[in-house]
């Protein structure tokens, strides 16, 4: 019994890390979790643009010079 104990010390993480996954993955509850991800960075990046007007413009406009 102690060398299970141990293994699921060692690797406890990734097997409830893979449960986790395959529950996702059955229901397809993965797609709306995607979707949230997409809504949080698209809020980000808003946000970011909206505090840093003037360096994202600086740096679109020398992107765009580079083309």
Known sequence: MGG???FFQKCGG???G???ALVLAFTSLYRF???II???LGMWVGNYIQKNKES???KL???IDKM
């Open 4 to 6: 299970f104990g141990n």
């Open 14 to 16: 990734a097997i409830i």
């Open 18 to 20: 893979g449960i986790i």
């Open 33 to 35: 979790i995607i979707a």
């Open 38 to 40: 997409f809504v949080v």
């Open 56 to 58: 994202v413009k600086e």
């Open 61 to 63: 406009k020398n992107l």
